[in-house]
């Protein structure tokens, strides 16, 4: 799980935020990349199942 967060890290797809509330708790953050990427996912299988 650890080598899989690391290489969306490494591809700018989330970011690691300290919780303000809890210092010793981590947040992983999505961010617009992987947005757009998801969206491009969601839109393809759309066309597919709409596909005659």
Do not use: C, W
């Amino acid at each position: 799980m650890r080598a899989r967060l690391n290489a969306f890290i490494e591809h700018g797809l989330v970011v690691i935020e300290l919780d303000a509330n809890d210092s010793r708790k981590h947040l992983i953050r999505n961010t617009a990349k992987l947005d757009m990427i998801v969206a491009e996912y969601i839109k393809r299988i759309d066309d597919v199942a709409k596909a005659p």
